[in-house]
């Protein structure tokens, strides 16, 4: 894996095959300008979404379809999620990153599946779990055979429907030795803060990114989305397109700067 700051981005789930063939050519433009190591995000399938009558997407099927001509026609690498040990497989046929979602870190049929596609793994700590914890889920995968790992914060449970991020918990991280991402746009969720759905505060995504991008992070994660407001999932703490090259550079001038000090 390439020592460039990793841009992990795109949208949350797949809504259409156009949408996502836009995106990705917008987004991969903007990560050549920046001179960083884009992966597109997208989700085939939102199955922990708080409603049972929530959008959750294509499903695995068309999803894997829709990401693999967004590969072949736009040139990106991809990333996506996976939420049972049998999804490993065929998504690891497409993708190049396999995602583990946070509430699902410790599922160890889950990430042994993953290890032994020889991706690379991006592990999103879950919201319950301190920083040092993540030890546990670390040696799962590398018994499993696989240290092409990556470790992800995006947020710690504080009461109910509220999220804060413990910047020193990504120092923490560092400590097992594998590049951590900040996950800058569901660390302002506020999980099913609007009852049926997630609420957030997308206005406060360039703080916490800058806060990170100062920690000596090695990449961001971050949804975007070119009108959130009417986005089918995730809308209110997603990025919107237009905005989101302006936030990247800001992210990206931190990072050069702690760079100085390593």
């Known amino acids: 894996m390439s020592d460039k700051f ?3 981005a795109g949208p949350c789930v797949i809504e259409s095959e156009e949408m996502v063939l836009q995106m990705a050519e917008s987004l991969k433009k903007i990560a050549e300008k920046k001179d960083v190591d884009f992966y597109f995000k997208a989700s085939f399938d939102k199955a922990n979404r ?5 959008y959750r997407g294509p499903g ?6 829709i990401l693999k001509k967004a590969k072949e026609t736009c040139g990106v690498k991809i990333v996506t999620d ?60 590398e018994e499993s055979g696989n240290r092409d790992i990556m470790l992800c ?17 990504l120092v923490e991280m560092k400590k ?4 951590v991402i900040f996950d800058a746009t569901h660390s302002v969720q506020k999980p099913g803060g609007k009852g049926d759905s997630t609420g957030g505060n997308r206005e406060y995504v360039k703080y916490l990114a800058r806060a990170a991008a100062a920690t000596g992070i090695d990449g961001m994660f971050a949804e975007v989305h070119p009108d959130p407001d009417h ?14 090259e302006e936030i990247l550079d800001q992210i ?3 990072h050069h700067l702690v760079e100085q000090f390593r």
């Open 60 to 65: 695995l099927e068309e999803g894997l379809r």
């Open 176 to 179: 097992f030795g594998y590049p």
């Open 82 to 141: 996976i939420h049972e040990p049998y999804q490993a497989e065929p998504v690891a046929e497409v993708a190049d990153i396999l995602q583990i979602p946070a509430f699902l870190c410790r599922q160890t049929d889950l990430l042994m599946a993953a290890a032994k596609t020889g991706k690379t793994i991006n592990v999103k700590k879950a919201q319950f779990l301190a920083p040092w914890d993540m030890r546990n889920v670390v040696a799962k995968l």
């Open 6 to 8: 990793k841009l992990l």
């Open 231 to 244: 986005a089918l999932s995730d809308g209110p703490n997603m990025i919107k397109l237009e905005n989101f």
């Open 50 to 54: 708080t409603s049972i009558s929530s």
């Open 153 to 169: 914060e995006r947020g710690t449970s504080f009461g109910y429907n509220t999220l804060v991020v413990d910047m020193t918990g």
């Open 252 to 254: 990206l001038s931190v």
